[in-house]
């Protein structure tokens, strides 16, 4: 009987550390893959504000494939030196992903960290033999 209380109150921790750590890694995955089609996507957009339409579209398809809410995300994007779509151009995205903890309510949020935030940037260069597009 003891061994068997033992036992379970070692594995609870574990299992626990185990969904914390397979949702932050969930994040990581989704704020990596969101930056990098985002940079993907403004590059090879015809306009600035479509550029932008289809960044925002690739950070929520990023987010919901890890079963992220579409909210747990900011976006920015920055044109190194000048417009965006000028050839030859860097376009740098920066992710910024709030991952919820399993079973944390919202109410130990001044006591206990409920999330956790996680960063990724991607830096992609507009094609040199392109034309210039507004």
């Known amino acids: 009987m003891v061994e068997a209380l033992l036992a379970v ?3 609870l921790p574990l299992v626990y550390l185990v969904a914390v750590m397979s949702r932050v890694q969930a994040g990581t995955f989704a704020a990596e893959t969101a930056a990098r089609e985002a940079v993907r996507a403004v590059v090879t957009a015809t306009s600035a504000d479509q550029g932008a339409a289809r960044a925002d579209a690739a950070v929520r398809i990023a987010l919901r494939d890890q079963d992220l809410p579409d909210d ?7 044109c190194g030196g000048g417009p965006c779509l000028v050839p030859g151009a860097e376009v740098a995205a920066t992710v910024h992903v709030t991952v919820p903890l399993p079973l944390v309510p919202g109410v130990f949020g001044a ?6 935030h996680v960063d990724a940037a991607h830096v992609g260069s507009v094609d040199r033999y392109v034309a210039v597009r507004p």
């Open 9 to 11: 109150m070692l594995l």
């Open 72 to 78: 747990a995300a900011t976006l920015d994007i920055e």
């Open 111 to 116: 006591h206990v960290p409920a999330a956790v």
